[in-house]
């Protein structure tokens, strides 16, 4: 069962009053990030075979993105937000063995990732495309996570987003739209239902501080 959500305790918690923390609760019920028991609102919680589903859906709508993008071409400052993102990546993975914090730079590489995706996804030419890829980003931090994963994994991750970015910039769509698939796909495949239970169970619930208008993918 998830982490109940009660207007009471999180009104004063966000210091808001009661009414935008029930609009973007209900909000949030409707985009499928909250659920409803008999005992009212609580955090989803997400089967191992829903998780294969999203990266599945993720797979579609993020192929068919990065096509529309390469044949529409790319903004020069989402270009350098993306070459930027690379070459942190590439500073973060080269400290890798040069520290025992390695789950900082862990944290460090989403941070970027989310970096790269957010400036690519912007491009998007086809809005309602975009409003749904906003959706998926604003999945559970336990769902998009790097805690588990291990360098050569990171690697792998990073080598793809070189790709696909190379691909965009020569606008070989179908090309980036293959790399993204096999993108998605190995994230999906590295996500065990042991290694999701554990960081569900791990992570504290929590609720942005988030205007009703701010929950509402745009």
Known sequence: MGARMLETKLAPLLSMSRTP????????????????????????????????????????????????????????????????????????LNSFDQTSNQSELRRAFLQQNNIFHTALYECCPNKTLLNLLRRTERLPEPIRNYASFSKEQLVASHLGHKQILHAIEVKDGERAAALMREHIWSARDRMDPSSYESMRTASSPSLRRQTPQQATPM
């Open 21 to 92: 923390i029930r609009e973007a609760l209900q909000q949030l019920l409707f985009e499928g990030m909250l659920e409803e028991d008999e005992q009212g609102i609580v955090t989803k919680h997400y089967t191992h075979e829903q998780i294969l589903e999203i990266y599945d859906c993720r797979a579609l709508l993020e192929s068919e993105a990065v096509k529309l993008i390469a044949d529409a071409g790319i903004a020069l400052n989402s270009k350098h937000l993306m070459h930027e993102a690379i070459s942190a990546c590439e500073s973060i």
